[in-house]
T-cell receptor
Framework: NAGVTQTPKFRILKIGQSMTLQCAQDMNHNYMYWYRQDPGMGLKLIYYSVGAGITDKGEVPNGYNVSRSTTEDFPLRLELAAPSQTSVYFC?????????????FGPGTRLTVL | KQEVTQIPAALSVPEGENLVLNCSFTDSAIYNLQWFRQDPGKGLTSLLLIQSSQREQTSGRLNASLDKSSGRSTLYIAASQPGDSATYLCAVRDSSASKIIFGSGTRLSIRP
């Protein structure tokens, strides 16, 4: 299994541009998550999904959109990039929502908005 | 609202020492707590997962404990090595939803 994969690894955007961060997992996990990590900080949840067709907001959803048309893919879209969105973005997945299952993380996408 | 705190933010110890990293959370109604390791510029690697019904989990030189009633978890690292240098994050899956809340991490440096 490849686990959780993310593309691209790095990206520089200009203010107002849009882009989609890709995330895929091949573990047949129900739950998928998008986090952002600012320098020296922990991870903040942007959006999450409990299954195909279902998404919900996390702590910091403003400026982002997600979709979950398949179990495997969970793309994150930035419509109008702002400097405040400069961060490292991590995608994660877990099998189901119960006490036993841990999260698995992708390698991250480092985004800079200038 | 669940909040997770990790103190200290940074720790530097000489090689060979045993050490303890702390994690506290405000809402004791959690499903589980997970400890991660993050190397600079890298993603997160899961170290230990403690279920809400458990008191501790062990993996090699690592031991994590959980005291739900007091809202605390500790990660014990025995006989520390320079390769243990990294940022250690704890995260709780709270009972309200599928959300997982992270602490801001402890940056650990082991001096040779």
């Amino acid at each position: 299994n490849a686990g959780v994969t993310q593309t691209p690894k790095f990206r520089i955007l200009k203010i107002g541009q849009s882009m989609t961060l890709q995330c895929a997992q091949d573990m047949n996990h129900n739950y998928m998550y998008w986090y952002r990590q600012d320098p020296g900080m922990g991870l903040k949840l942007i959006y999450y999904s409990v299954g195909a067709g279902i998404t919900d907001k996390g702590e910091v959803p403003n400026g982002y959109n997600v979709s979950r048309s398949t179990t495997e893919d969970f793309p994150l879209r930035l419509e109008l990039a702002a400097p405040s969105q400069t961060s490292v973005y991590f995608c994660a997945s877990s099998l189901r929502h119960n006490t036993y299952n841990e999260q698995f993380f992708g390698p991250g996408t480092r985004l800079t908005v200038l | 609202k669940q909040e997770v705190t990790q103190i200290p933010a940074a720790l530097s110890v000489p090689e060979g020492e045993n050490l303890v990293l702390n994690c506290s959370f405000t809402d004791s109604a959690i499903y589980n707590l997970q400890w991660f390791r993050q190397d600079p510029g890298k993603g997160l690697t899961s170290l230990l997962l403690i279920q809400s019904s458990q008191r501790e989990q062990t993996s090699g030189r690592l031991n994590a404990s959980l005291d739900k009633s007091s809202g605390r978890s500790t990660l014990y690292i025995a006989a520390s090595q320079p390769g243990d240098s990294a940022t250690y994050l704890c995260a709780v899956r709270d009972s309200s939803a599928s959300k997982i809340i992270f602490g801001s991490g402890t940056r650990l440096s082991i001096r040779p």
